[in-house]
């Protein structure tokens, strides 16, 4: 905090409180001096003592300056797990003023409240502060902070062989160890694991999961559905639009186009470069 009455003065009326500019800053260090931040926090009605404040405009000073108070604390003290000013925001928004102590008392919440987190220094943290090398919130806090790193690179889920062996280097414990945690995030419903025809199991953070769920149903859903835009005379439209645009398609992008009118659901792939949207 401000250290004197001028610097406090600065701090209150630079914009970051509601209600309070530095006018009004300056009348409020003026009448209470020294005692300006209990009165805030504690006997916020004070306030109203000073003309153009009523008692109502008093507690939103208040609640804004604690907010932003213990905001900043939290931006200070998150700032070496190098999390973002919004992010801290955020975390002060799902865990109130006691965001630090909860924390400290268990450093991995902050894999499940924000992405982007340094894990190591996450889990230096939790191994200072005592807990075991094998407890289960460390394995547990390790598989989905293992599964968010494949987001990164484009991929919703890991197959369970690799996921595993990942996690056994990051966090130097057995696969059984693993494993029984694997199957205890799977019975709290936070990851899913599904076994395909070639007889791999990938594991899916559960948010992950529903959300490919929610696009494969879908896309059944519509390639099930009516065509109801599909051109009967297809050919004929084809050779109109490239007299009219002076162009002349390729057989592949004709081809494109018929599979277009022909179905619902229509993947085309290729590679940067190619010309996909050519096809439209």
């Not at 800053?25 to 209470?32: H, P, S, W």
């Not at 806090?141 to 369970?160: D, E, F, P, R």
Request: include cysteine; proline fraction near 2%.
């Amino acid at each position: 905090m401000p250290k004197t009455l001028d610097s406090l003065e600065r701090y209150l009326g630079n914009g970051t409180i509601k209600g309070v500019g530095p006018a009004t800053a300056r009348k409020i260090v003026k009448k209470f001096g020294e005692e300006t931040i209990e009165i805030i926090k504690m006997s916020p009605e004070r306030l109203a003592e000073i003309k153009g404040i009523t008692k109502e405009k008093a507690v939103d000073i208040s609640q804004s300056f604690i907010e932003g108070f213990e905001v900043w604390k939290i931006v200070g003290f998150l700032e070496k797990f190098n999390i973002s000013i919004e992010n801290a925001k955020k975390i002060y928004d799902k865990l109130g003023i006691t965001a630090i102590k909860q924390i400290e008392e268990n450093p991995y919440i902050l894999i499940d409240l924000t992405r982007g987190v340094d894990f190591k220094q996450i889990d230096k943290m939790a191994i200072d502060i005592g807990i075991d090398l094998t407890s289960q919130k460390r394995i547990e806090c390790g598989i989905k902070y293992a599964l968010i790193q494949a987001t990164y690179n484009g991929h919703s889920c890991v197959i369970l062989q690799n996921l595993e062996e990942y996690i056994t280097k990051l966090l130097n414990v057995s696969v059984e160890l693993i494993e029984e945690n694997i199957i205890n995030l799977k019975a709290k419903g936070e990851i899913e694991i599904e076994e395909r025809q070639d007889g791999d199991e990938w594991v899916y953070l559960e948010s992950f999961y529903n959300t490919e769920m929610a696009i494969c149903n879908r896309l059944i859903n519509l390639n099930n559905s009516k065509n109801s835009k599909k051109i009967k005379n297809i050919e004929e439209e084809i050779e109109d639009a490239q007299k009219f645009q002076h162009i002349e398609l390729s057989e592949k992008q004709k081809e494109a186009i018929r599979a277009i009118n022909d179905n619902n659901v229509t993947i085309i792939t290729g590679g940067p470069g190619t010309r996909k949207n050519n096809n439209y």
